[in-house]
């Protein structure tokens, strides 16, 4: 990802004067102050090497999540996660959805893998439907990557349909690698968590990025009942690849409850606002459960905003979509009404820029 690769995701804002970061879909509270408490407390320890096993987060994780403790690997992130879990499956053919996040295609074509995309229907609110596993069926894959709910579009994956994939892979002996991320901020959708111990195939992807705004960290973790797939991706990633700091982090991450709640309160009230907003200067938006909002508008919107300090998710790059395709993060109505304006002004319907920072 560095130097000479390109960075396909939303979050880059080193390059020039960003005021709004709405290209990342983190918590719009941003840190709980008891993580960042936390932190604090650990700094004089950082000479020693972190726990190799992350004891204490894997024993918070159990609790929080209901699952035993040898369901669970943590990683330094959860893209780390993606890459071992490719590098451990090593499949010849998987299927994954168009548009989706990009990480777990590159994750498989570096392991040599074919990937065969369904695409998405802008006519059908880009929602998985049945014919998904028609689709299954004539592609006969060794692994299958979803994404609940779905980046960049926010749709989540109706639990009954899900039911239906997570047999069909099952039968087949078909691994089935879910990204539940963003789950924890949406509504409507349902974990597949209760599934695990008799789907052995199954394995959920979670990370501490979007529900706790702890994106700078790395830390993510990943849970399936197939003990010896989790010790094959143990061995893919480097000795003590969860920091000391990001353990400490994540601890006291899973205590903020109340943190949670209220943003999960909040989130349907802000998407809903700039939903209107946006809709309201001729904007295409794709309905969300999620903490972000897919939308289409007029090609250059993200280059233009950004000269304003202003920083959207440009998803030109995404398989299925084409320049005027963005996604926007769901924050706070202060922040939330200055990029509707900044909007209105690189679309000449507002007048002065200075009146709303």
């Known amino acids: 990802m560095l130097y000479q690769t390109q960075n396909p995701h939303g979050g880059d804002v080193y390059q020039g004067e960003i005021i709004l970061d709405y290209s990342a879909n983190t918590n719009p509270f941003g840190t ?44 330094s992130g959860a893209a780390e996660l993606i890459y071992s879990y490719c590098e451990a499956v090593s499949p010849k053919r998987a299927v994954e959805l168009a548009p989706t996040f990009s990480e777990y295609s590159l994750a498989l ?14 006519e059908n609110n880009f929602d998985v439907d049945e014919t998904f596993l028609d689709y299954l069926a004539k592609q006969k894959p060794e692994a299958v990557f979803l994404c609940n709910p779905n980046n960049p579009t ?76 989790l010790a094959k991706m143990a061995k893919g990633v480097q000795p003590w690849n969860v920091s000391l ?27 809903q606002w700039l939903k209107e907003q946006l809709e309201a200067l001729g904007f295409w938006v794709c309905p969300s459960h999620a903490n972000y909002l897919l939308f289409f508008g007029r090609e250059g919107l993200h280059a233009a905003l950004r000269q304003h300090g202003i920083a959207i998710r440009n998803c030109e790059n995404f398989h299925g979509l084409t320049s005027g395709w963005y996604r926007i993060a769901v924050r706070l109505r202060g922040e939330n009404e200055r990029l509707i304006a900044a909007i209105k002004l690189v679309c000449g319907k507002e007048q002065s820029w200075r009146k709303i920072l």
């Open 32 to 75: 709980p102050q008891g993580v960042l408490d936390a932190i604090r407390e650990v700094l004089p320890k950082v000479h020693q090497y972190p726990d190799p096993y992350c004891r204490k987060l894997v024993q918070a994780v159990s609790e929080f999540e209901a699952v035993p403790k040898e369901f669970i690997l943590c990683g």
């Open 154 to 229: 926010g749709r989540v994956i109706s639990p009954s349909l899900l039911e239906q994939i997570l047999y069909f892979c099952r039968e087949r002996n078909i691994r089935l690698f879910v990204d539940e991320c963003f789950l924890d901020l949406a509504d409507g959708g349902a974990s597949l968590k209760s599934y695990l111990t008799d789907y052995p195939q199954l394995l959920l992807l979670k990370a501490f990025t979007k529900s706790y705004g702890m994106a700078g960290m790395r830390l993510g973790y990943c849970l399936c009942s197939d003990y010896q797939l």
């Open 109 to 122: 074509e570096r392991v040599g893998c074919h990937v065969e995309r369904f695409f998405l229907r802008r």
């Open 245 to 271: 700091l990001a353990q400490a982090a994540g601890v006291a991450a899973l205590q903020e409850r109340e943190f949670l709640e209220r943003t999960r309160q909040l989130i349907p009230i802000e998407r």
